[in-house]
């Protein structure tokens, strides 16, 4: 689970910002709080703002910092991702640090750079227990080598452990475009054997599996289709018919490979299905199209295609993906945020595109109301939300553009409200700030 996160000199924010799961003093809502030892953490958390205002960076920090740590900076574009608002940010550093729940304990990792240069200057992993803080290992690059800090005795490790890790470690020495906490996880024997070294392996995979960052043109790595074969579809469809979508059954059919040819180029469709054939390690995937969910099955040594079909109430009319609604699309591609049972943190911008604001508001009430061990941060422009018979007010966050263009991220929770403020309406007065600020053109503006 994610506990803080914080981040300096990334595109529109200069200074250290800090976002936080951890609940604050209000009183309301308890079910909406998880419990972890002597921390209470959020389930939820919502971010306001005016367009521009550094909503959406505030998720492309948590995206581009886990696609670092994941995939390298090799495959990832770094050199224009620092604060340009002064130009002297272009030779600073850019720092993210993570604060995580890792078998029930708190764990901070983090890590400077220089964009610019896609150069590692330090990285951190400490372990937090008690109001005590445990180093477990900084590195830091000094010339043109990186100087390592081991806590070895915190490790514990047997002699072949040590022995292995003292490899991984020199063979680090050198690297400065790469994040230690990758190294060791890229292609080499794990240490799960390790109860506490095994933490360099979790953590890892903390970034891989449970953390998953979803843009505005994105869908979650499993969405309600993937989910079908699991009950047929009922469930996926009676929370289709809940919101409203009038889907009263969900299908597949069998079709012929060539339909595929209709919407994806042959020889893309050839390289699908033959290595999908050759995947000794799946029976079973599925491919999205802009018109469709096709569903790929091996049967007797063949490939096996079947269409996704929406059935609504009246006679025995079937859809396709392409001619149900955009809000019915969307609610299938984020499906897995509500059915997930896995302890997965969800940072989703722009949850509420293509969706209706009752539908928006009806999805956030729905994830309050299940019992999951997952959490779900969220921008959005729905102000339905604004409300603390709904929220708590450590859930609501706004980000305010300054003057010179710089985002400010802080929490209603520093605004002391009473239950029964009217937080809609004070938001949108402009008491904490967040809002558009409109400047009204003259004529001679608008037809220049």
């Known amino acids: 689970m994610l506990v803080n996160f914080r981040f300096g000199n990334y595109l529109s924010y200069n200074n250290l910002a800090e976002f936080s799961m951890v609940a604050g003093k209000a009183r309301l809502h308890p079910k909406h709080i998880m419990k972890y030892n002597d921390i209470s953490l959020l389930r939820y958390a919502s971010l306001y703002g005016a367009n521009a205002s550094g909503k959406s960076n505030l998720v492309k920090a948590i995206g581009f910092s886990r696609q670092l740590i994941i995939k390298g900076f090799h495959s990832t574009v770094t050199y224009d991702k620092y604060c340009k608002i002064f130009e002297s940010n272009k030779g600073e550093l850019t720092n993210f640090e993570y604060e995580i729940i890792l078998a029930n304990k708190i764990y901070a990792y983090g890590f400077a750079v220089n964009l610019f240069e896609k150069t590692v200057h330090k990285e951190w992993l400490y372990s937090l227990s008690n109001n005590e803080e445990e180093t477990i290992f900084t590195r830091e690059l000094d010339g043109n080598n990186n100087r390592f800090e081991i806590n070895y005795n915190f490790l514990n490790l047997t002699e072949s452990d040590r022995a292995r890790f003292d490899v991984y470690l020199e063979d680090s020495k050198e690297l ?121 099955q091996k049967r007797d040594g063949d490939v096996i ?139 001679s503006e608008l037809n220049m």
């Not at 990758?182 to 506490?196: S, V």
């Not at 060539?258 to 919407?263: Q, V």
């Not at 180029?265 to 290595?275: A, C, G, R, T």
């Not at 390690?281 to 569903?295: I, V």
């Open 305 to 443: 295609v079947n269409v996704v079909n929406f059935k609504h109430s009246i006679d025995d009319v079937f859809y396709t993906l392409g001619e149900e609604s955009d809000g019915t699309v969307r609610l299938v591609e984020i499906y897995d945020i509500l059915a997930s049972k896995n302890e997965k943190v969800f940072v989703v911008d722009e949850i509420d595109r293509s969706l209706h604001p009752n539908l928006t508001y009806n999805l956030i009430k729905t994830y309050l109301q299940k019992n999951n061990k997952g959490q779900l941060i969220v921008t959005t422009h729905e102000d339905r939300l604004l409300d603390l018979e709904m929220l708590r007010r450590d859930e609501i966050w706004f980000v305010e553009k300054q003057e010179n263009g710089e985002s400010n991220l802080y929490s209603l929770e520093k605004y002391k409200e009473r239950f029964d403020r009217d937080v809609l309406k004070a938001y949108l007065e402009g008491r904490y700030g967040s809002i558009p600020q409109f400047k009204v053109l003259t004529d």
């Open 176 to 296: 400065t475009d790469s994040l230690f906490i990758t190294e060791i996880n890229k292609n080499k024997k794990r240490f799960l054997n390790n109860r506490r070294l095994s933490v360099l392996n979790i953590l890892y995979s903390w970034f891989v599996r449970k953390l998953e960052v979803i843009s505005p043109d994105e869908t979650p790595i499993e969405n309600g289709i993937t989910n079908l074969r699991k009950d047929n579809g009922i469930a996926l469809a009676n929370f289709l018919d809940a919101f409203g979508t009038g889907v009263k059954e969900i299908c597949t059919k069998e079709v012929d490979h060539k339909d595929l040819f209709k919407e994806l180029p042959p020889n893309i469709v050839k390289n699908i299905l033959e290595d999908f054939k050759n995947d000794s390690d799946s029976n079973r995937a599925h491919l999205r199209t802009p018109d469709n969910f096709y569903e790929l």
